[in-house]
């Protein structure tokens, strides 16, 4: 499968020296802790166990915005930060090696939100959860927790979230998530500096 990761200047140096790109849990957002590690489960239970102790998922493109599958640097300057100097790699993975998922959805998790295919789900769940005495602001309480989090399994089924409502899969970016990076399994790079 073809993906590419777009890394800093310093880890496309990493990868080149050490042979092969890994990320620690530091180098992931720290906005949305229970949305990364939770992905980082999934990818645990999906994928297989990282590659050793203290690894975080790295992230790529299978697929950018619809119009072709590698992104365009274009558009990524500009949205790509801190303004900086950047690696776009293109790499060739083996398919049992990277879970794909909705990038539109996996905002859903990024913020706290129940995932649904309708309302009427959404309502059920917002309803007891109020029922609950929940008050927003509040962490979301057991079993609901659990709920949100099998919601948000949804952004792997790339077929169910292919619809009018969703987008449908030729028109919308699909990311990836691995664990790794290896020299030999890089096709191309292309560097570019990011501008803020």
Not at 64 to 69: A, Q
Not at 156 to 179: C, M, R
Request: aromatic content about 12%; overall charge negative.
């Amino acid at each position: 499968m073809i993906i590419w990761s777009i890394q800093s200047e310093k880890a496309w140096e990493c990868l080149q020296e050490e042979g092969r790109l890994l990320a620690r849990p530091d180098h992931q957002a720290d906005n949305w802790p229970d949305a990364y590690n939770w992905m980082t489960d999934q990818l645990i239970n999906r994928i297989g166990p990282a590659p050793r102790k203290g690894i975080a998922p790295l992230w790529g493109w299978y697929q950018w915005c619809s119009k072709s599958k590698r992104p365009d640097l274009r558009a990524l300057r500009y949205r790509w930060g801190p303004a900086g100097h950047h690696v776009m790699i293109e790499c060739e993975l083996p398919d049992d090696q990277v879970l794909l998922s909705d990038h539109d959805a996996w905002h859903i998790p990024l913020n706290d939100g129940f995932l649904a295919l309708d309302d009427h789900d959404i309502n059920r769940f917002d309803f007891f959860l109020k029922k609950s005495g929940w008050q927003r602001g509040e962490p979301i309480p057991e079993p609901f927790r659990s709920e949100l989090h099998k919601s948000w399994e949804l952004i792997f089924d790339l077929k169910s979230l292919d619809n009018e409502h969703w987008g449908f899969i030729s028109q919308k970016s699909i990311q990836a998530s691995f664990w790794e990076i290896a020299i030999d399994q890089v096709k191309s790079h292309k560097a570019f500096t990011s501008r803020k």
